[in-house]
Nanobody, 123 residues
Framework: QEQLVESGGGLVQTGGSLRLSCLASLRHFSTLTMGWFRQAPGKERELVAALRWNGGSTVYADSVKGRFTISRDNAKNTVYLQMNSLKPEDTAVYYC????????????????WGPGTQVTVSS
């Protein structure tokens, strides 16, 4: 069974921090590009951060750049999202996703999705 399971969401005050974890029960995890998305009620799902298989290439949404950090531990089949200096506008359901690492940087194919974890930032 291939699945992603997020954890670490919760309620935090403005300026606080959370660390999301995603346990990826996926074959060939170390070769996959992994990412975090978020979706607020009534809003489109947006890419928050992505990390290619070798950990040497990352992308971040402008809204989180400098505050969020994506990382992975291939030995644990886990990807993380460290979120600092949280703002109310960060409130959303956060989803872990993964897919094959494509040859062209900046292009992604998201084949796997977790059920999401709620992050709520109070003002």
């Amino acid at each position: 069974q291939e699945q992603l399971v997020e954890s670490g969401g919760g309620l935090v005050q403005t300026g606080g921090s959370l660390r999301l974890s995603c346990l990826a029960s996926l074959r060939h995890f170390s070769t996959l590009t992994m990412g975090w998305f978020r979706q607020a009620p009534g809003k489109e799902r947006e890419l928050v951060a992505a990390l290619r298989w070798n950990g040497g290439s990352t992308v971040y949404a402008d809204s989180v750049k400098g505050r969020f950090t994506i990382s992975r531990d291939n030995a644990k089949n886990t990807v993380y999202l460290q979120m600092n200096s949280l703002k109310p506008e960060d409130t959303a359901v956060y989803y872990c996703s993964g897919g094959p690492t494509l040859a062209v940087p900046g292009q992604y194919r998201w084949d796997y999705w977790g059920p999401g974890t709620q992050v709520t930032v109070s003002s």
